[in-house]
């Protein structure tokens, strides 16, 4: 087995793996506990599990994948729709007490405490495994990097194509020089016309660029002709997916990120092991470095240039309901 092989399992049509060879490992967890067994679930998934609590899915830098409730909750934490919840019911719990809660919180799935505490790491793995709500129109999906020159304007932009390629109308805002788009200010997303001054991208019917001259507040898109807004927001800590070399720079970015997902490029300095730390659980793939990705980035021939089978690897972090499937696997287009 390879160094790079030994990182990550690659699982190129199905969601990324996380950057540990436990899929579940150092899960980060939001605890809404505040009934009798709120220590002994806590104890139980940090002790056994290997779980890291964390702070609500508003106030921390690293965000929570699932939530933790018992009898004690009341209803749903505010702004975590999103996050998928795991419901402890109390083994001696009243029918009408435990209905109570389900009403007001309304979780992904129930399991009885303590006598199902076993089947914890099954029934949550299973939640994660579902599909999320699907992207609205006009969503944004934020790729940083942990550092100039890792490759995220190639990321971005290969995301671009491939949600483009499935059927979406997608368009690049990228902070580089390398390609040479329109340039525009960045409070402009927000108007109409954006889809019609921007430059189509080479090879890819659907895809479009624009360059932001700014490093402003990305406001959300209104024009109707885009489906999805790919921001390549530079070196930033605040994205969705972060793109980084395995050296230290990526660490010192992991510990601050709220990204969910990780991509690492090539090889670097940095162990293996400490990335794993590091990610704290985030879900994750591996990209070889590829000097031709590079050059065809620079010629703004991205992604219609590229391997296929580098891009077939990104495809889980296209957000939910964006159908790639008619990305050809050669990268011809």
Do not use: N, Y
């Amino acid at each position: 087995m390879t160094r790079a092989e030994s990182f990550v399992t690659e699982k190129a049509a199905a969601s990324p793996d996380p950057l540990s060879g436990d899929r579940m490992a150092a899960l980060p967890v939001e605890l809404d506990l505040h009934g009798r067994h709120a220590e002994g679930v806590r104890a139980w998934i940090e002790s056994t599990l290997g779980w890291q609590p964390v702070a609500g899915a508003t106030a921390g830098l690293v965000p929570p994948a699932v939530v933790l409730r018992d009898l004690g909750s009341t209803h749903a934490a505010e702004g975590a729709a999103s996050i998928p919840s795991v419901l402890l019911i109390d083994d001696d719990a009243t029918p009408l007490r435990a209905a109570e809660v389900v009403t007001a919180t309304a979780p992904d799935v129930i399991l009885a405490w303590p006598s199902g505490r076993d089947r914890l790491v099954e029934v949550t793995d299973g939640v994660l495994a579902r599909p999320r709500h699907p992207a609205p129109h006009g969503s944004v999906l934020r790729v940083g990097g942990s550092a100039g020159g890792v490759g995220t304007t190639t990321v971005a932009l290969a995301l671009t194509g491939l949600a483009a390629w499935g059927g979406a109308a997608t368009l690049a805002a990228v902070r580089g020089t390398g390609l040479a788009p329109p340039i525009v200010p960045t409070a402009s997303l927000e108007g109409l016309g954006v889809w019609a001054r921007a430059q189509p991208l080479a090879g890819v019917p659907g895809a479009r660029a624009v360059r932001l001259v700014d490093h402003d507040a990305v406001p959300a898109t209104t024009d109707p002709e885009i489906r999805l807004l790919v921001l390549d927001a530079g070196v930033e800590p605040e994205v969705d997916v972060l793109v980084c070399r395995p050296d230290a720079a990526a660490l010192a970015m992991l510990s601050v990120t709220t990204a969910a997902a990780v991509v690492v490029m090539g090889e670097g300095a940095a162990p293996l092991k400490e990335l794993r730390r590091a990610a704290a659980g985030r879900r994750g793939l591996l990209l070889p470095w590829s000097a031709r990705v590079a050059r065809a980035g620079l010629a703004g021939r991205v992604p219609a240039g590229v391997p296929g089978a580098w891009l077939r690897r990104l495809l889980p972090l296209l957000p939910e309901g964006l159908d790639a499937g008619g990305a050809r696997g050669d990268g011809a287009h």
